[in-house]
């Protein structure tokens, strides 16, 4: 089975910009969180989506959303991008919101923003 | 709010001898913890974790973690290193974020597996 697969991989966006990276989790899961993880850092809890709403967010601002799909899939947007948001973006699955089940990651999409 | 401490950024090992990774938590009730691996350029890989149960948890490629209540610790441990052990180990928790059941790291603590 696949696991949780993430687009684009790379890319490189003009400060000012926007940005949208893709996300499928795996196979029934139905639960999509979103992660931040700047270079020498642990990942940052963006946002958590589950039945294509958002359950809970993270501290950042409201230039980053995103959104969730009837098939599970997510969207995480940024819009007027900043030098600080260079990072590795992570999206994460699991099957149900009970705290008990396993977090699975994708291989992430690294922006960066010059 | 939950967090996790990882006291040490860099572990050296030489390979064949054990390891130990540290993890320290500060939780309000029973804590659920996560070790996750990250090798470079590449997402995290789930190894194990601790609900509920016995202390001992055995994970993915041969890694063991100890769940102690008493000193409040959860170190990821596994008995004869390989060179291809060497990455970045994150220590983490679940945690109640912005309404939201997420996961708070810890730093990370580099694993390098020495031949």
């Known amino acids: 089975d696949a696991g949780v697969t993430q687009s684009p991989t790379h890319l490189i966006k003009t400060r000012g910009q926007h940005v949208t990276l893709r996300c499928s989790p795996i196979s029934g899961h139905k639960s999509v969180s979103w992660y931040q993880q700047v270079l020498g850092q642990g990942p940052q809890f963006i946002f958590q989506?589950?039945?294509?709403?958002?359950?809970g967010r993270g501290n950042f601002p409201d230039r980053f959303s995103a959104r969730q799909f009837p098939n599970y899939s997510s969207e995480l947007n940024v819009n007027a991008l900043l030098l600080g948001d260079s990072a590795l973006y992570l999206c994460?699955?699991?099957?149900?919101?009970?705290?008990?089940?396993?977090?699975?990651f994708g291989e992430g999409s690294w922006l960066t923003v010059v | 709010a939950q967090s996790v401490a990882q006291p040490e950024d860099q572990v050296n090992v030489a390979e064949g001898n054990p390891l130990t990774v540290k993890c320290t938590y500060s939780?309000?009730?029973?804590?659920?913890l996560f070790w996750y691996v990250q090798y470079p350029n590449r997402g995290l890989q789930f190894l194990l974790k601790?609900?509920?149960?016995?202390?001992l948890v055995k994970g993915s490629y041969g890694f063991e973690a100890e769940f102690n209540k008493s000193q409040t610790s959860f170190h990821l441990k596994k008995p004869s290193a390989l060179v291809s052990d060497s990455a970045l180990y994150f220590c983490a928790v679940r945690d109640y974020l912005g309404g939201a059941d997420g996961l708070t790291f810890g730093k990370g603590t580099h694993l390098i597996i020495q031949p």
């Open positions: 994460a699955s699991s099957f149900e919101r009970i705290s008990g089940n396993t977090i699975y």
């Open positions: 601790y609900i509920t149960g016995d202390n």
């Open positions: 939780v309000s009730g029973n804590p659920y």
């Open positions: 989506y589950y039945e294509k709403e958002e359950r």
